[in-house]
């Protein structure tokens, strides 16, 4: 089965690398011209249609980009589920030049990464997708404030903090202290992007027990991009009395210009660092850290920055593994070669009474009505009933002709067609 209408369609992998059933999960995909004939699609992309494995059911999907003369789109579809360590088939269909655009935005706000409570057990402290302001999506109300002279930009979702080429006194902060309840570990995880080398630290993020951010202020945690490389960090958990212990220089780096997700996860006496859902760098404490409520700020009032930030989430547990590689989970997907959508047109013959011609000889053929050609021709059954297979058009796009059978100089005059078509897959 398949969708009536669209001349060509690609089939689409999805492999779920985790050992999670993954449910309303906005999958992305980038098309470009080594896996989609843009000449084939219409200009806006208007006509592009997802389904479920079935080729019918339609799934929710929305064009972030598209760009046909530069033969490059970026586009977001909402899959219902995918198995857990299972590879999943959807379609992209195009070429229906009469279709309208049912590109929706919305469908980012309803799928899993902008779930509020991602495993469902009251973990997450706070959530902020960071689309053009501080709000804080978790529900516990700890938004916070834009200081300074900070935008936004297209981030990873939706819209993401703008901190290229930002100074000090520009950063975020919450209104009030996130309430830890008392755990002794705590997840801090987003995605960023950073532009280049500063010269200088970067904060990217940090729970301040006091509110403040002046030099020697304890942060508990705290996570910077290191001074001589901004391509690596470091990382702490002030407020033992042995000071500032943590990882100094961390073994994992990241590349400019690209998006990475990164996690910081603190427990009583340990410290890890991951990036892109792999673990990176440990660090073991003789002493325990301390857990004191904060207030988080997203970048800092000191330095000079030079990144984007986006979807930075807070958890009151130490995040597993699993946890943290679906949180950062990019599925992997397949688009295989172009296939041609073909229908399947059946009729029945009658009379100019209507009453079916069963018993006479009939041939059947559909002609092309632009060009006049033949596309195919078929003998009718005996009991007036006719079908061919594998037609390469969109409905309507064939005038059918009735004629004697053997005879195509004698069409049949006062005969009907009664049609029916459906694609055949």
């Known amino acids: 089965m398949g969708l009536v209408g669209w001349k ?93 655009s049912q590109s929706n935005e919305s469908i980012m706000m309803s799928g899993f990464l902008y779930n509020p409570d991602p495993f469902n057990d009251g973990s997450c402290l706070a959530f902020y997708p960071l689309d053009g302001n501080g709000d804080d999506y978790s ?43 008392g755990s002794k570990e705590i997840t801090i995880c987003g995605w960023i992007n950073v532009a280049g080398h500063t010269g200088d630290w970067v904060n990217i993020w940090h729970l301040s027990p006091d509110g403040k951010d002046d030099s020697g202020n304890s942060r508990q945690p705290t996570l910077w991009l290191d001074s001589h490389n901004n391509s690596k960090f470091h990382m702490s958990n002030d407020g033992i009395h042995t000071g500032n212990l943590g990882i100094y220089l961390s073994q994992g780096s990241i590349t400019y210009n690209q998006w990475h997700f990164i996690c910081q996860v603190v427990t009583l006496r340990q410290m890890r660092l991951y990036i892109d859902g792999q673990l990176t760098d440990t660090y073991d404490s003789n002493e325990d850290f301390k857990f004191n409520d904060g207030w988080l700020y997203i970048g800092d009032k000191w330095y000079i920055k030079n990144h984007l930030i986006d979807h930075v989430r807070v958890f009151n547990r130490a995040l597993t593994e699993d946890e943290i590689s679906l ?53 009718c059954n005996t009991d007036a009933s006719w079908e061919i297979n594998d037609v390469p058009a969109e409905p309507g796009e064939e005038v059918i002709s009735v004629f004697k059978s053997n005879d195509s100089s004698q069409k049949l005059t006062g005969a009907g067609v009664v049609v029916t078509q459906e694609v055949n897959e």
């Open 139 to 181: 529900g516990n109300g700890n938004d916070a404030v834009i200081h300074g002279n900070v935008g936004f930009t297209t981030g990873k979702l939706g819209q993401a903090v703008d901190y290229v080429n930002k100074t000090e006194n520009d950063y975020i902060v919450t209104t009030n202290p996130i309430q830890r309840h």
């Open 8 to 100: 060509y369609k690609r089939e689409v992998q999805l492999i779920n690398t985790t050992s999670f059933n993954l449910e309303n999960y906005i999958v992305g995909i980038t098309l470009d011209s080594s896996n989609f004939d843009f000449s084939k699609a219409r200009f806006d992309g208007s006509d592009i249609r997802f389904t479920g494995s079935d080729g019918v059911t339609l799934l929710d999907y929305w064009i972030k980009d598209y760009n046909h003369t530069n033969q490059k789109a970026t586009i977001w579809i909402k899959i219902p589920s995918i198995p857990a360590n299972q590879t999943k088939s959807i379609y992209i269909y195009y070429g229906n030049m009469n279709a309208t």
């Open 327 to 379: 949180l950062s989970t990019h599925i992997p997907s397949t688009i295989l070669d172009e296939v041609q959508v073909k229908s399947r047109v059946s009729g029945v013959i009658v009379d100019i009474n209507g009453n079916p011609m069963i018993n006479t000889p009939i041939k059947i053929y559909l002609l092309n009505p632009d060009t006049g050609h033949l596309v195919d021709s078929t003998d």
